[in-house]
């Protein structure tokens, strides 16, 4: 008896095997993610994010000076957009508004997603990238603004005249588009999903405003910037293995 025992395999319960499937899951998710940053902030320190710490200090005095009695509109002549104004206005208005903080909101946390993922971005993508797609999500939100308008409320798409008054500011936007771009480039497919997939959501179910459709929006674009990109970076491989192949020939 003893013999024939020390033959079996002992096998472990159901709960304990799906450990180890979760985590190769999350390694193959984030870990290249997570390594990147890692070594970056192990190596530099905070000299790996110098332009997301400036981000966060642009930020905090924004939210002090616009507190003052004497700072609230010198702010909003300089980051405040709104719909109703000329186009141009808004368009030179649209790079200092995402560093505005919304009176409505705790700036905490608009403090909080600039540190995570600007942080991440910059380490991951560089702070060029960063900004690049920070600022091509938020003018997402900017435009339209003004097509929702357009379009008119009886359009699910559409937005009410009166939102044309709203205050269009803080880092929202550009924190989902750059949320959506990190995951790709990484290739963390179900981030980038879950990240697409919230942000609708939030639409349909939750907060079927200005902000919420804003979010959408900076997510179509930055999903039709990945795909651009993708066929950019595919066209020389493709050239290169017809001119490997011609050589062979």
């Known amino acids: 008896m003893t013999e024939r025992g020390a033959g079996r395999r002992e096998v472990a319960p159901p709960g304990r095997r799906r ?20 070594s970056a902030l192990v190596t530099e320190k905070l000299r790996a994010i110098p332009v997301t710490l400036a981000a966060v200090c642009l930020t905090s005095a924004f939210q002090l000076v616009q507190n003052q009695s004497w700072g609230y509109q ?15 206005l808004a368009l030179l208005r649209t790079p200092l508004s995402l560093f505005v903080p919304a009176l409505d909101l705790p700036v905490w946390g608009a403090l909080a997603q600039i540190l995570v993922v600007f942080g991440i971005a910059e380490i991951c ?20 603004a ?20 709203v205050i269009d500011t803080g880092p929202s936007a550009a924190v989902v ?7 790709w480039r990484y290739r963390a497919w179900l981030t980038c999903a879950l990240v697409v997939a919230s942000m609708v959501f939030e639409v349909v179910f939750i ?10 929006a900076a997510v179509l674009v930055v ?22 192949w011609e050589h062979r020939r």
């Open 223 to 244: 999903l039709v910037l990945c795909a651009v990109w993708q066929l950019v970076q595919r066209k020389p491989r493709d050239a290169q293995r017809v001119s490997g």
């Open 19 to 38: 450990v180890p499937v979760l985590r190769r899951a999350a390694r193959a998710e984030w870990g290249p993610l997570l390594r990147t940053v890692r």
């Open 125 to 144: 993508v560089g702070w060029r990238l960063m900004m690049v797609v920070a600022y091509v999500a938020t003018l997402a939100g900017t435009m339209y």
């Open 74 to 88: 010198p702010v909003q002549n300089i980051g405040s957009v709104q719909a109703d104004e000329h186009i141009w």
């Open 146 to 165: 003004r097509i929702g308008i357009w379009i008119g409320p009886d359009s699910p798409i559409g937005l009410p005249d009166s939102d044309a008054y």
């Open 207 to 216: 907060k079927n405003n200005l902000a919420g459709k804003e979010h959408v």
């Open 177 to 183: 588009g750059l949320a959506v771009f990190v995951s």
